[in-house]
């Protein structure tokens, strides 16, 4: 199964934003969240690159509901899936490491039926989603540890998530584009809708942007993402992911 997407550009008019509603019922059924708030009575020297993408994965094997526990250094319990000793060994199968230097710097892929790569990083400092996937892709060429999921032995633990926000990226916005003469970013809007739980997940997006011209192991190992961690989805024999997610706090995760 491949992604669902729309993707549209051209200058911003009552014309375009019908378009793309149109284009948004006919295939996907549903309406858009950041279309109303965006000004089509602009000039016509504003420039508009809408996107919109759906996507639903599914793990071949349910991994196990676990105990709730604590996220991070906060108090709060949420709900975790993952992988113990009474978990079956085929969802062990479905489990690849790509790298375990430590219980606190590891890395994991899980195969979806679609033919998607969840990939997911335990890490303290993500300056860039770039980058942060530059170094799994690094640390994953010097690991030479044991790739699979021991059955019965190692442990996983993820937190279902449920993430629903708009992103108004206004850091970005208001300066001069390099090599454009004299173009800018006027506005940078994101919606993200994802979800992850033990049977695999969700996920629809939109994005909006303005342009106006003018201006070895023997024991036990521990894949607990009980902290800060980034997850990324990658369709399979692709080099790069199309979607990634920084999870720092758990106000995106399911309370107990």
Not at 10 to 23: A, E, M, Q, R, V
Not at 140 to 153: E, I, P, Q, T, V
Not at 236 to 248: R, S
Request: charged share 25%; aromatic share 12%; net charge positive.
């Amino acid at each position: 199964m491949t992604i669902h997407i729309i993707l549209l550009r051209g200058i911003i008019s009552p014309t375009l934003k019908g378009k793309i509603k149109s284009d948004i019922k006919e295939k996907f059924g549903s309406s858009s969240d950041i279309l109303d708030k965006i000004n089509w009575e602009a000039k016509n020297t504003e420039y508009l690159t809408y996107a919109m993408l759906k996507k639903k994965f599914t793990f071949e094997t349910p991994f196990q509901k676990l105990e709730s526990n604590t996220f991070g250094n906060t108090n709060v319990k949420v709900k975790y899936f993952g992988l113990d000793s009474t978990a079956g060994e085929d969802a062990f199968k479905q489990v690849t490491v790509l790298f375990h230097n430590s219980d606190t710097d590891f890395a994991i892929k899980i195969d979806t039926l679609e033919g998607e790569d969840l990939i997911l990083y335990r890490t303290d400092n993500v300056d860039n989603f770039s980058d942060a996937y530059a170094e799994i892709i690094k640390k994953a060429k010097l690991f030479s540890g044991r790739k699979n999921m021991k059955y019965g032995d190692d442990i996983l633990k993820i937190p279902f998530i449920k993430v629903n926000a708009i992103i108004n990226y206004d850091a970005l916005c208001n300066k001069i584009i390099k090599n454009s003469n004299g173009a800018y970013l006027k506005f940078a809007i994101q919606t993200v809708d994802f979800s992850l739980n033990n049977y695999g997940g969700n996920l629809t997006s939109e994005a909006s942007v303005g342009i106006s011209k003018g201006i070895s192991a023997v024991h036990p190992r521990y894949f607990n993402f009980t902290d800060t961690f980034v997850l990324y989805l990658k369709e399979k024999n692709k080099d790069l992911p199309y979607f990634a997610l920084f999870i720092d706090s758990n106000n995106v995760l399911l309370r107990d």
